[in-house]
């Protein structure tokens, strides 16, 4: 029947508008609707994926796919040889923030993974991004949990002597 056809493509429609809706934002105050459909998307794939991420266990194993995808991606770049090096006999879990913030192959293919949205390079990465979600977890509790009224903050760059 054509009109069941038509109420049936109507609802369809309706749900699809809704859903849709539900991850837009409205501000009556400064501007009318914005979507944020896609990027809300991609938020939520995150999370998830961090989760799930978080969620596996951590091992020996993970360790070495790690190492094995890194000397990979190094081969030949004497300096991060040396590095992945040290990291395969000193790391240990409590060092994942100094070890980020060397800006080594670390920190190097991590941020190349989330720049590019590769799930496959972050999963390698798990162990690591584990051990850094936990350290910045444990670093924020002691913030929290200080008496400090004001926090100094610095980002990743290279300041003069006058600043």
């Known amino acids: 029947n ?11 429609i309706d749900l ?9 934002i409205y501000d009556q105050e400064e501007k009318p609707i914005k979507r944020l459909t896609k990027d809300s998307v991609a938020f939520i794939s995150f999370q998830l994926f961090k989760n799930v991420i978080s969620s596996l266990p951590r091992n020996e194993q993970s360790k070495k796919q790690m190492i094995q995808i890194c000397k990979q991606y190094y081969r030949g770049n004497t300096k991060e040889m040396k590095l992945i090096e040290e990291f395969e006999k000193n790391y240990q879990s409590r060092d994942a ?4 913030s060397k800006q080594s192959f670390v920190y190097k293919l991590i941020n190349k993974a989330l720049r590019t949205e ?13 051990d850094l979600s ?3 977890k444990y670093e924020h509790e002691k913030i929290l949990m200080s008496d400090e009224i004001f926090l100094n903050v610095y980002r990743g760059v ?6």
């Open 2 to 12: 054509l009109n069941d056809l038509c109420l049936s493509i109507k609802r369809q």
């Open 134 to 136: 936990e350290n910045l």
């Open 16 to 24: 699809n508008n809704k859903q849709t809706q539900t991850f837009s």
């Open 118 to 130: 590769d799930t496959d390079l972050l999963y390698t990465f798990r162990f690591f991004i584990n």
């Open 97 to 100: 923030i100094r070890w980020y």
């Open 158 to 163: 290279k300041l003069d002597k006058k600043e």
